[in-house]
C-alpha cells in the first residue's frame, strides 16, 4: 500500500513539472508568433509609406 501511495505522489510530482514545462513551451511558442507578427505588421507599415 504504501509503495502505490508513494508512486502515486511521484506521477503526481511528475505530471505537475510536465505541466510546468508546457505551459512553459506555450508561452515561448506565443511570444514567438507574437514577435513574428509584429515583424511582418512592421514590414507592411514600412511598405504602406512608400
Same mark, same amino acid.
Given at each position: 500500500?504504501?509503495?502505490?501511495?508513494?508512486?502515486a505522489?511521484?506521477t503526481?510530482?511528475?505530471y505537475?513539472l510536465?505541466?510546468?514545462? *508546457?505551459?512553459? *513551451?506555450?508561452?515561448?511558442?506565443?511570444?514567438r508568433?507574437m514577435? *513574428?507578427?509584429?515583424d511582418?505588421? *512592421?514590414?507592411?507599415t514600412?511598405?504602406?509609406?512608400f
Amino acid at each position: 500500500m504504501k509503495d502505490a501511495i508513494t508512486f502515486a505522489v511521484r506521477t503526481r510530482q511528475l505530471y505537475h513539472l510536465a505541466r510546468i514545462q *508546457y505551459m512553459n *513551451y506555450i508561452e515561448q511558442v506565443i511570444a514567438r508568433a507574437m514577435e *513574428y507578427h509584429e515583424d511582418e505588421l *512592421y514590414r507592411y507599415t514600412v511598405m504602406a509609406d512608400f
